[in-house]
T-cell receptor, first 113, second 114 residues
Framework: DQQVKQNSPSLSVQEGRISILNCDYTNSMFDYFLWYKKYPAEGPTFLISISSIKDKNEDGRFTVFLNKSAKHLSLHIVPSQPGDSAVYFCAASPNNAGNMLTFGGGTRLMVKP | ETGVTQSPTHLIKTRGQQVTLRCSSQSGHNTVSWYQQALGQGPQFIFQYYREEENGRGNFPPRFSGLQFPNYSSELNVNALELDDSALYLC?????????????FGSGTRLTVV
């Protein structure tokens, strides 16, 4: 039972263009959503998060959008850079659940120069 | 002291053996959690420790156990290893409980069970 799904295993984008990574969830108890980036041989690195009381959070080139009614969130990267090439994981957590994150399967982003 | 350090980086064990993986959290981070990441999948939550007590557990059998020490280090122990335990094991620490500020992950220990 996958509660967090990333349906696109890979995405290829030209440098300078927008990258949109999508994530769907099924558990209505999820209250916080996070995006992590992972390079090979490194641990996941926290990028950005959003609370369920918001529908948008922006941090530099990264913006996360949350559509609670559709149980869908997306990460926009504008403009995309070759250094953004990595595997991106979305993760979700119920309120007051400490560090228990439920991760999606990841999307490999390739930004071509 | 910054960053989360895990040791060893790679490990090969035989089915049925026991293994101990170690994690050194960032100074002051009193919450540590462990995740298992199988090949091609996202990390799966194993358990969390807060001030040396386990206070959350995922869908893993009791042969997965842990310890957290006062010096911000922790251990993951796995008994009676099975082939399916082959995975990357990640440790994550945070200063406070709750997901709002994200967690700092180590680079992981790659465990291969043969």
């Amino acid at each position: 039972d996958q509660q967090v799904k990333q349906n696109s295993p890979s995405l290829s984008v030209q440098e300078g263009r927008i990258s949109i990574l999508n994530c769907d969830y099924t558990n209505s108890m999820f209250d916080y959503f996070l995006w992590y980036k992972k390079y090979p041989a490194e641990g996941p690195t926290f990028l950005i998060s959003i609370s369920s009381i918001k529908d948008k959070n922006e941090d530099g080139r990264f913006t996360v959008f949350l559509n609670k009614s559709a149980k869908h969130l997306s990460l926009h990267i504008v403009p995309s850079q070759p250094g953004d090439s990595a595997v991106y994981f979305c993760a979700a957590s119920p309120n007051n659940a400490g560090n228990m994150l439920t991760f999606g399967g990841g999307t490999r982003l390739m930004v071509k120069p | 002291e910054t960053g989360v350090t895990q040791s060893p980086t790679h490990l090969i064990k035989t089915r049925g053996q026991q293994v101990t993986l170690r994690c050194s959290s960032q100074s002051g981070h009193n919450t540590v959690s462990w995740y298992q990441q199988a090949l091609g999948q996202g990390p799966q939550f194993i358990f969390q420790y807060y001030r040396e007590e386990e206070n959350g557990r995922g869908n893993f059998p009791p042969r997965f156990s842990g310890l957290q020490f006062p010096n911000y280090s922790s251990e993951l122990n796995v008994n009676a290893l099975e082939l399916d335990d082959s995975a990357l094991y990640l440790c994550a620490s945070s200063l406070v409980q709750g997901p709002r500020y994200g967690y700092t992950f180590g680079s992981g220990t790659r465990l291969t069970v043969v």
